[in-house]
């Protein structure tokens, strides 16, 4: 018997709802929508979800409530993540989004956003015995998992969102040379329990993106390089054309990264410190393959309700 599920992933960027139908250990997607909510805009380096984005994340659970309608779901997942996390009026979010559309968010601990991340990338990744670094970059935090022979060997979540970043230290447009240095010192410092993790597990020298920076760092580079997509799930991004990319970005300015084949609008502020915390990993770490999977937390979400009827 076919079970129709539905998972709705709050990030802190964009709000995602997929409505699934589970054929025997694969789904089949009915209906997808994804809405730029920017739930971090305005208020996250100060902990509080601001009113217009209150507002606006309210909005859209309205309309995937409604979007819901049209099916008969048999499971349903809501999970909110960094943004309503570290936010202090983060469970009147969840209150009112109750109230207002229905919908019942759980909030998920880092951990449990690192483990269900896991969970989407390791079936779209054929990875196999191969020891590799998993790194989703979302708008409130930022999640790494040091994987092996399938397993898990070691996860955490760092408040280093591209969002957040952006919040914190505002850089002019485009990024000068000393706000460069002061973002990725920051990181550096933040990062010390990856180093440390690498060290224990490594070597490790594969890196796998997940989640939205890392589809526009492929969408901008087979642009730029004039590729084209292979495979379904997963996609090798070469390095030395990242690196070439990243340059760009550094020096864009928001105008310029709008009109940038490959960009999408709701990146083209936040991407430039994305792409410095990847540049950062790849460099500090000597990573020397890059893969992008199609999967990441919700499509883990999806899996997880498929294995726990």
Not at 3 to 19: A, E, K, W, Y
Not at 157 to 173: C, E, I, R, V
Not at 182 to 203: C, F, K, R, Y
């Amino acid at each position: 018997m076919s079970m129709t599920i539905s998972v709705i992933d709050c990030g802190t960027n964009t709000f995602h709802l997929i409505v699934a139908e589970q054929q025997e250990d694969n789904f089949k997607i009915l209906f997808r929508k994804n809405i730029a909510v920017k739930l971090g805009e305005g208020g996250i380096s100060s902990n509080k979800i601001a009113p217009a984005a209150f507002g606006r994340g309210i909005d859209a659970l309205k309309e995937f409530a409604d979007d819901m309608k049209q099916f008969i779901i048999n499971k349903q997942l809501c999970y909110a993540t960094e943004a309503i996390r570290r936010a202090a009026n983060g469970k009147d979010f969840v209150e009112e989004a109750k109230k207002q559309s229905g919908i019942m968010l759980e909030i998920i601990d880092g951990l449990r956003e690192a483990e269900l991340i896991f969970s989407g990338v390791s079936h779209a990744v054929p990875f196999g015995n191969e020891k590799v670094l998993i790194m989703d970059i979302g708008g409130g935090s930022t999640e790494f998992v040091i994987a092996g022979n399938g397993h898990i060997l070691w996860r955490q979540s760092f408040p280093l969102g591209a969002a957040l970043l952006l919040d914190m230290f505002k850089p002019s447009d485009p990024i000068n040379d000393a706000q460069e240095k002061l973002i990725t010192e920051h990181i550096n410092s933040v990062l010390i329990p990856l180093s440390d993790a690498l060290t224990q597990h490594g070597p490790v020298n594969t890196l796998v993106g997940s989640a939205g920076s890392f589809d526009t760092f492929l969408d901008l580079c087979l642009q730029r390089f004039s590729r084209t997509k292979t495979n379904t799930t997963w996609w090798l991004l070469e390095i030395e054309e990242y690196i070439k990319v990243h340059q760009t970005l550094l020096t864009s300015t928001f105008q310029q990264r709008l009109e940038m084949p490959g960009m999408i609008a709701m990146r083209a502020d936040m991407i430039v410190v994305a792409s410095m915390l990847l540049n950062y990993v790849i460099h500090k770490h000597n990573m020397n393959k890059l893969l992008v999977s199609a999967y990441a937390l919700k499509e883990g979400m999806l899996y997880f309700a498929m294995k726990n009827k």
